[in-house]
């Protein structure tokens, strides 16, 4: 077999693969016996099929058949001989076969690229710090309350922000009545935003049995395209009208948190520790993601196979999907690519970094930090060995752990060579950060 390998541009390869016609009558004679012993022809004996007959027959069949035989062998070999990995599927050109000739073909592909990253030497990176305060768990209470509230029926004349009304409605455009416009007996907390902006605020001042239009507009990056940027006008029945009553903090309160002592005191401390794990998680992603935004800035010309970005974007595709209950029904190339392919580029270019990082650094899987993050995940939950057991039973689940070790050690080592500047953030804008990304 001869391999000619080329390099069209930085990432790409072909190779030009010819198979002596011998080896390819060698592979025929091989596919051909194999079927002699299967076919079965009228006025001969199953397996005593004449070489010549099968060959009549079935020899322009099998001479096609074994075409990506040869073709994925040659690869296979060539590609191993040479050490090269492609990214995704191969593009198949210039195919010759003929009978008793060389068969040949061309491979064009993409490789993942031979970097030698750019460290953070000298680098400037934030690193956000944020302390749990009494004002904080008294807002997490206030929250928890909240989400708790009681409603009933309000004897106050007119609708204000916070009350809960149920209405009858209806939108029009440009006279019509549209798709997805009207609803019955639903349930809206003034003062939500849950509506297009000027809805909620229309029904302020309300009364319940008071009917009302009101004129809004669509917002213009709606998600109904033929609504964007329209105006409307929405008839309006108040049906009921509700106040919403905040529950004590009291011994039944505390307990429906699973505080079996119902006091106060244990209720904070419970709290405090369930709001510092979920922040020093959330501090611990907030930084690396930091660490990762300047080593890609860092090395921002790094080239990156357009085969891992597309395969990339077929799985935020999928994600995205499962993530909405779309179901297999769906089909996600009904998705457009570029909503995914920033996100997409951003991973593939992150992997490829973090990888030769890991290289140059000489760095090795820290298995004390994986027991230490698989611990820290299970005390979360109630069954602590339960999860624990889950990681470790399972090799792919363990892989994804691995992966975040290793992380967390390339953005340890990185910082060490940046020059790192501490931020200091409240609680709340840590979590409304992290609700953002």
Known sequence: ??????????????????????????????????????????????????????????????????????????????????????????????????????????????????????????????????????????????????????????????????????????????????????????????????????????????KKGESRDIEVTFPEDYHAEELKGKAATFKIDVTKLERGELPPVDEEFIKAFGVESGTEADFKAELKEQMQRELSMTLKNMNKTAVFDALLEKNAEAPVPQAAIASEIQTLKHQAVERFGGGQQFDVNQLPDELFKEQAERRVRLGILLGATVKKLELVVDQDRIKALIDEMASAYDDPDQVVNFYYSNEENLKQVEALAVEEQVAEQLLKKATTQSVEMSYADVMKSRQAQ
């Open 1 to 206: 077999m001869q391999v000619v390998l080329e390099s069209p541009s930085a990432l790409e390869r072909q190779f030009t693969i010819t198979v002596p016609a011998a080896d390819v009558e060698i592979e025929f004679e091989s596919k051909l016996k194999d079927t002699a012993k299967r076919v079965r022809i009228d006025g001969f004996r199953p397996g005593k099929v004449p070489a010549s007959v099968v060959r009549q027959r079935y020899g322009q069949a099998i001479r096609q058949e074994i075409v990506s035989d040869l073709m994925e062998k040659a690869l296979g070999q060539a590609l191993s001989e040479h050490d090269v990995k492609p990214v995704g599927q191969p593009t198949i050109d210039d195919v010759t076969f003929e009978e008793g000739q060389d068969f040949s073909f061309k491979a064009t592909f993409e490789t993942f690229p031979e970097i030698d990253p750019e460290l953070l030497d000298g680098v400037e990176i934030e690193q956000t710090k944020c302390k749990i305060g009494a004002a904080d768990i008294k807002e997490m209470i206030a929250t928890l309350r909240e989400q708790r509230k009681s409603w009933k029926e309000s004897a106050r004349a007119q609708a204000k922000d916070g009350d809960r009304v149920t209405i009858n409605f209806e939108g029009f455009v440009d006279g019509e009545a549209f798709e997805g416009g009207k609803g019955e007996d639903h349930a809206l907390v003034l003062g939500s935003g849950s509506m297009i902006p000027g809805f909620e605020d229309g029904i302020v001042g309300m």
